[in-house]
């Protein structure tokens, strides 16, 4: 068989726990619990959910010291360890490692010499050259991983009929982005420019995520009718461009006299210049004069991220994007990728989609649902409207090669490969010794800023910053499901009637007819009198929930600390939960209108948050957002106050925003044309430095009439003073609590140094038992020839290694049938006889149903231990 098939750090609950969607060093996007997606090229993808804050961004020095690491440029032979400055070992256990220094270096030709002399121990970035991912299979020297979580797609400019400066962009008409998706043909995408490390993806849900097994039936009628038609592609843009008042002369298109030229962003780095070459001769054969512009991530990123997209300096650009989790539910992807819901960036603000696919975005994003059958109705309108407003043309999904030292190990996500993995910071080592360094090559550094509120989304950047900061869940890396970390327990009880189940034992699921909120609990914020609202008072007449979470913190919570050597405390927690409100009022000395759009979103779904005891921390959130894993829902809810940034590193990036010489987030910082706040490097370093000083002076508490229940004025100079410290030794303001520090950067080299943390609570070994994932093998086999109106039996073997796969290990077996025009006939489940072998029934009646000639059985298998689904079909003719 072949191989085939929303962390975006955010303040507050808005952290979203959606599809986890990472910018992939160019930006790529992805969908978290529905955690969003990281970017690897693109930015994180979809939001659902809003959680607290998270891990403080580290700041670079102004002045940066010597680089320690100059030996690791990359093409460099680095410096043995012995000749390295002694690091003091943390731990004792030969399976972790003291450091990892991270260097840039795109090119992937160069990175497989590389790793091959020893140069380089691992690579952040998927290969999907076909010819290297050869080659690092057949070397004896280099290990790899396989991921499945990648997916390329078509980012539109949707802002006009003519941006400000009067230039024409025939992008902002609905109908001619739906057009080019019978402008391209996938399949020559798929497997001419990757070579068959991808597959065809027209929709905005994976195709090897269980969604897509699920929604299989309306998947394939939708890629059947928006199959490759270039005449139809043809005769739809050359309508709407007359609509526009275009002209076609000579087979070129003339707006007021000019050629219409479209401002093409192509990234380079990967098969995305490919990808971008092959459309842009496209469009020209449709008559458009396309100036293509070849930039690497950090080049693209401030045009087609960060700049207002009415400025036009761009119309397409080649996006990409990374589920950095296997993600079971998809449903907050159209809220994510096609409303302003999903992103506070200039691009996402742009957005206007028709109202009904607005609501039904929405809704999805919220879970507004009560049962399967409406969950399912909703997602085949979604994806039907999607297609049609097409934003977004969806491209491809990628199957990446992640090379490694044969003997380094790590745990590796199924969709997130190694940079997407959340457990490869408590999983790096190497085999047989102990590892004091590694080197870590990565296409891009440091692409956007860093900051913990609105910070850098690319997956270059978040897979270091996800090094540096603890989490309150983790997820599983085959399955998606999420296993707990600084959670002791979790009670989580939903309404009756409302479809969601449990798989791990690790918390308690319950139904109840009716879930009250206490009037005492938090439901809202008010920013002038600087208090939060309670339930009571914004619900006279008191209020339901769909679900009440209770979530059990450990007891040595507060007895962790911060990488500045303070202590964890309830006020970091309740500070981050603040600004999930305070940044969306525009009474707000902070206000960001950028942050309204996923708050509203999020205030529709969110009841109360209540305190039930503060050490050890014992929370009740009450929320009418579900998802149908229970896992999921705990993930979601112990993220409401759990932080990974310090009151004190937050509280200078608030003073200054507020006195407007900082500004969180790209769109404000734009609107206000002031640096964008960043904790690692820049001249935002001088600016937080200054208000450190002044925080540290005043004995500065943020939110003083909330927080100074759990913070005095002394604890908060004492921050203040230890975060000075920490400035002047590492150059930076990126305080985390997780297994490993940002010791410095260098962004000039363009390298990041992160040392492990020696007061990280956990046992080196913790989550070392995640090994091979159990992705089944798949054979149909049947007759060659069915009788029209008569049975046809076909069976199923299902297996993992050659042994059979238990049938209590599969979620379902589903089987399409298609008819020699490529229409879909027949949709069904296949019926388990034994571990092993299943077996797909055509009854009579449904024979009757095809007509004569040639039909294709798709088969898809949907395994409990690993949810990336296997699929196989077989051909038979039907005969009279």
Not at 206 to 232: C, G, I, M, Q, S
Not at 756 to 782: H, N, Q, T
Request: aromatic share 10%.
């Amino acid at each position: 068989m072949t191989e085939k098939g929303r962390i975006w750090l955010t303040i507050g609950v808005l952290v979203v726990i959606g599809i986890a969607i990472l910018l992939i060093a160019q930006p790529w996007q992805q969908p978290q619990p529905t955690r969003p997606s990281e970017v690897t090229q693109q930015p994180t993808p979809p939001p659902t959910e809003t959680q607290p804050p998270p891990t403080p961004p580290t700041t670079e020095p102004t002045t940066p010291p010597a680089s320690p690491i100059e030996a690791v440029t990359p093409g460099e032979e680095p410096t043995p360890p012995s000749e390295q400055p002694p690091v003091q070992p943390v731990v004792t256990t030969a399976a972790l490692v003291n450091e990892v220094v991270f260097v840039q270096e795109p090119d992937q030709a160069k990175v497989i010499d590389m790793l091959t002399a020893g140069q380089l121990d691992l690579y952040a970035f998927g290969i999907r050259d076909p010819e290297l991912a050869r080659k690092v299979k057949a070397s004896p020297v280099l290990g790899y991983e396989t991921s499945y979580g990648g997916s390329v797609e078509l980012t539109l400019n949707p802002v006009g009929p003519t941006f400000k400066n009067g230039v024409l962009n025939p992008f902002s008409v609905p109908a001619i982005r739906e057009a080019l998706n019978w402008l391209v043909d996938r399949k020559t995408i798929a497997e001419e420019i990757y070579g068959g490390l991808a597959v065809p993806r027209y929709l905005p849900i994976n195709t090897v995520f269980p969604d897509y097994a699920r929604l299989a039936h309306v998947a394939k009628e939708l890629e059947a009718y928006y199959a490759p038609n270039p005449e139809r592609a043809r005769a739809v843009i050359t309508e709407e461009m007359q609509k526009l008042g275009a002209e076609l002369r000579n087979n070129k298109w003339y707006y007021n006299n000019q050629p219409v030229k479209l401002i093409f962003l192509i990234r380079t780095e990967d098969k995305r210049r490919e990808v971008g070459d092959y459309i842009a001769n496209l469009l020209e054969d449709l008559g458009f004069t396309v100036d293509r512009q070849y930039k690497t991530a950090a080049e693209a990123s401030p045009i087609w991220i960060s700049s207002d997209p009415a400025d036009g300096k761009w119309h397409l650009y080649t996006a990409g994007w990374v589920s950095t989790v296997v993600n079971r539910d998809l449903a907050s992807n159209f809220d994510f990728y096609y409303t302003s819901r999903g992103r506070p960036d200039p691009l996402w603000q742009a957005y206007t989609p028709d109202p009904e696919f607005d609501e039904i975005s929405e809704r999805l994003g919220r879970r507004d649902y009560q049962t399967v059958e409406e969950r399912q109705e909703l997602m085949e309108k979604a994806l039907r409207l999607a297609l049609k407003d097409s934003v977004r043309v969806w491209l491809a999904d990628t199957i990446d090669v992640w090379a490694r030292r044969a003997e380094v190990r790590l745990a590796s996500d199924l969709a997130g490969g190694m940079s997407g993995s959340a457990l490869w910071p408590l999983t790096l080592r190497v085999e047989g010794r102990q590892a004091e360094k590694l080197v870590w090559g990565v296409p891009s550094l440091m692409t956007e800023p860093w900051n913990p509120v609105a910070g850098t989304n690319w997956i270059f950047d978040t897979m270091i910053i996800r090094a540096t900061v603890d989490a309150d869940t983790l997820p599983d890396p085959f399955t998606g499901l999420y296993w707990p970390q600084r959670v002791k327990f979790v009670d989580v009880y939903v309404q009756e009637g409302i479809p969601v189940t449990k798989t791990l034992d690790w918390l308690k699921l319950e139904f109840l007819p009716e879930i009250t909120v206490p009037q005492d609990a938090w439901a809202d914020w008010d920013p002038v009198n600087q208090r939060f609202i309670t339930v009571g008072e914004k619900y006279p007449d008191g209020v339901t929930a769909k679900t009440k979470t209770v979530v059990y913190y450990p007891e040595n919570l507060f007895r962790m600390k911060w990488h500045d050597g303070s202590r964890i405390s309830l006020a970091d927690c309740v500070l981050g939960f603040i600004l999930t409100f305070e940044r969306a009022k525009p009474e707000s000395p902070i206000y960001d209108e950028a942050a309204v759009s996923a708050f509203e979103s999020f205030m529709r779904h969110f009841k109360g948050l209540k305190i039930v005891q503060k050490d050890p921390l014992i929370v009740e959130v009450y929320s009418d957002l579900f998802y149908p894993d229970a896992e999921w829902i705990a993930s979601s809810r112990s993220g409401y106050l759990f932080t990974t940034v310090p009151l004190q590193t937050l509280a200078i990036g608030i003073l200054a925003e507020q006195n407007k010489e900082l500004a969180f987030s790209a769109a404000k910082a734009d609107k206000l044309k002031v640096e964008r706040a960043n904790y690692i490097a820049g001249p935002a370093l001088a600016i937080l430095d200054k208000y450190r000083a002044q925080a540290l002076e005043q004995g500065f508490i943020p939110y003083e009439n909330v927080l100074k229940e759990f913070i005095t004025p002394e604890e908060a100079k004492e921050r203040y003073r230890l975060l000075g410290e920490w400035y002047n030794a590492h150059k930076h303001f990126w305080v985390g609590n997780g297994p490993f520090y940002l010791d410095a950067v260098y962004p000039i080299e363009k390298n990041v140094v992160i040392k492990r943390f020696a007061d990280f609570p956990d046992p080196p070994d913790k989550w070392l038992r995640f090994s091979e994932p159990r992705i089944a093998d798949v054979d149909v086999s049947g007759p060659i020839e069915v009788q029209l109106g008569s049975t046809a039996e076909f069976n199923v073997e299902v297996t993992f290694k050659g042994e059979p796969y238990a049938v209590k290990d599969i979620d379902f077996v589903k089987f399409l049938v298609f008819d020699a025009t490529g229409q879909l006939k027949l949709v069904g489940e296949a019926e388990a006889v034994h571990d092993g072998l299943w077996r797909v029934v055509l009854s009579p009646e449904q024979t009757a149903q095809l007509a004569a000639g040639g039909n294709r059985l798709q088969v898809i298998v949907v395994s409990k231990l690993v949810s990336i689904p296997s699929t196989e079909e077989t051909t038979f003719v039907t005969v009279q």
